[in-house]
């Protein structure tokens, strides 16, 4: 397995949580938990429902008996703590989210194989940019197509429209919008563009399926998370973080959308819509 990256582990611990209960148990009566999370309150609030309930099932209960202090990034990532150093304390669950821009790229070429430029939308202020260019593009050579390197902070509507433009005129005829909690809370905007300009696109996480996207492949988030709020409880309860290895992703998730393929003249391939884990029509 690849050594973990430092923004990798950033968004095991920002996009989930930090125990805290060791300074804190001699302030107060209940311990407390450290919630960092890279997008905002309301964007993260299955991925908190599902902690809660994961650490509700190990018998902790938020204002009960456990308390927990909330910090959104709001997608501003210099609002995160400086690096983060794993050592000795550290456990949790990590994602796959920067490691599959190979595999949703081949699914892509799968869904729309006669296309030969894919247009690969970045988010320049991700520090893992250049690595998930590098594989998208690793990917891409031996896929026999060409990629166009996009450099789109959505928060600029303006910048992202001009940047669809830009893709038509160089003859992308498909996008694989890359990992990044930008890009999931800006979902809406994403789907509509693809559509307005008719580009056959694929996402990380079943929502932008279900929302009207095309295609999406990666981890089940809300499965991450309920796993971190089950480690949680057990080191509330006195297990030491040490000894609980990083839990990966045992499940990933393909999902296509039958509704938007027929918009855009597209029919998957038997052997591909075959593989789905949900069709949306």
């Known amino acids: 397995m690849k050594a973990m990256r430092r923004r990798d582990f950033i968004k095991v611990i920002a996009g989930s949580v930090f125990g805290w209960p060791f300074a804190a148990r001699a302030q107060q009566q209940m311990p ?73 790229l081949g699914l892509l070429h799968e869904a729309v194989p006669a296309t030969k430029t894919v247009a690969v939308l970045l988010n320049p202020a991700n520090p893992n940019v250049d690595a998930q260019l590098r594989d998208a593009r690793e990917a891409a050579s031996k896929l026999g ?34 990992a990044d909690p930008l890009f999931n809370s800006r979902r809406a ?23 009207g996207g095309l295609m999406s492949y990666g981890t089940v988030l809300v499965d991450a998370f309920s796993q971190v709020g089950a480690y949680t409880g057990r080191i509330l309860k006195g297990e030491k973080p040490g000894d609980l290895p990083f ?35």
């Open 32 to 104: 407390v938990i450290g919630w960092l999370f890279g997008v905002s309150a309301q964007a993260g609030q299955p991925q908190l429902t599902a902690f809660r309930n994961a650490l509700g099932a190990e018998g902790f209960v938020e204002g009960q008996n456990v308390q927990i202090e909330y910090r959104w990034a709001d997608i501003q990532y210099d609002k995160l703590p400086a690096p983060m150093r794993p050592g000795g304390n550290v456990t949790g669950a990590t994602i796959f989210s920067y490691e599959m821009e190979s595999k949703r």
């Open 145 to 178: 197509v060409d990629v166009v390197a996009f450099n789109v902070p959505v928060v600029n509507a303006d910048g992202a429209i001009a940047a669809n433009a830009s893709m038509a005129q160089k003859k992308a005829a498909a996008v694989l919008v890359t």
């Open 189 to 211: 905007f994403l789907i509509a563009q693809a559509a307005q300009y008719r580009l056959p696109a694929i996402y990380e996480f079943r929502q932008f399926v279900v929302e």
């Open 247 to 281: 839990v990966l992703p045992t499940k990933f998730q393909f999902a296509i959308n039958l509704k938007t393929a027929k918009a855009l003249g597209l029919e998957f391939p038997p052997t591909l819509s075959a593989r789905a884990d949900e069709v949306i029509e």
